[in-house]
């Protein structure tokens, strides 16, 4: 009989993992939000208008909801990265 152990790979905490990622764009998006209002004149000079994208200002005026997506989803795959 013997009495070999078998030596287990250690499983990889996925479900922290992931938890770690939403709370890393949670905070990055908290920071990312009050800096952009420390900075909101910049964003509201005309002669800047033409440097922003369309997909953050589509139209003159607040970004759309998609824009808010994409940073979400930008910030979360860096977050796993």
């Known amino acids: 009989m013997s009495n070999e152990t078998q030596i287990s790979k250690p499983k990889f905490p996925w479900a922290r993992f992931l938890a770690v990622s939403i709370f890393y764009v949670i905070i990055t998006q908290v920071i990312h939000t009050v ?15 033409p440097i922003w994208s369309r997909i953050m200002m589509p139209a003159e005026g607040a970004p759309s909801t998609s824009f808010y997506y994409y940073s979400l989803a930008f910030g979360f795959i860096s977050a796993l990265l």
Not at 37 to 47: A, F, W
């Open 35 to 49: 800096a952009a209002m420390l900075t909101m004149k910049y964003y509201l000079m005309e002669e800047y208008f």
